[in-house]
């Protein structure tokens, strides 16, 4: 499937002209409050609706809906869904976040937190760390928690989709709660 992508610059520019560029960003929402675009909301990709996004933009509907996320693969399957659900008019900005902060483009920094890549790495090599000393010294079928390890970060790879990735942005800690009336999505504030 193909995705229609734009650069950090290029984004900033459109939004120079007209003002009425919407970008959603699709990471969670402790990442979001640690740095994000200063005009993008957060609607994190574990919880996507396309359909209630959509319907939500009213008379913007028919103009291009942009979406940012860390590095720029959570942007294009957040595309890839809004284009499953019937809505191909959305564009994922190249290089997500990182690139446009790397441009000296406008960002809000909020409460600095562990990245959700960080935790995948950390909780990954634990577990092969776990299932071998399990393997060596009680079980040799405990090796199978490190083979399936290994299996699930190719299959991250070569898919370009991270399954342990979806559940630890679903943890507790990686969640925001609402306070003083200020829910998870708010805009603009870190």
């Given amino acids: 499937m193909e995705v229609t992508t734009i650069g950090p610059r290029e984004l900033a520019a459109r939004r120079q002209g007209d003002g009425a560029v919407e970008l959603i960003d699709v990471r969670t929402p402790v990442e979001y409050r ?4 200063d005009f993008a909301r ?3 990709l574990s919880d996507l609706d396309p359909r209630a996004v959509m319907q939500a933009r009213g008379g913007a509907a028919g103009a ?3 979406v940012i996320c ?4 959570r942007g294009r399957q957040a595309c890839e869904r809004f284009h499953a659900a019937g809505f191909p008019n959305v564009v994922n900005v190249e290089g997500g976040t990182s690139a446009w902060a790397e441009c000296g483009l406008p960002v809000n920094r909020g409460k600095q937190a562990v990245s959700l890549e960080r935790q995948v790495r950390m909780a990954a090599g634990s577990l092969v760390l776990l299932g071998a000393a399990l393997g060596v010294f009680v079980n040799p079928y405990f090796l199978g928690l490190s083979a399936f390890v290994g299996a699930g970060l190719v299959f991250s790879g070569v898919t370009d989709t991270c ?5 630890l ?3 507790p800690w990686n969640r925001l ?3 003083c009336g200020v829910t998870e999505t708010t805009k603009g504030t870190p």
């Fill in 34 to 37: 640690e740095v994000h675009c």
């Fill in 42 to 44: 957060n609607v994190p």
């Fill in 64 to 66: 291009p809906l942009y």
């Fill in 70 to 73: 860390q590095s720029g693969s």
């Fill in 163 to 167: 399954g342990m990735g979806l559940l």
């Fill in 169 to 171: 942005a679903r943890m």
């Fill in 177 to 179: 709660a609402p306070a």
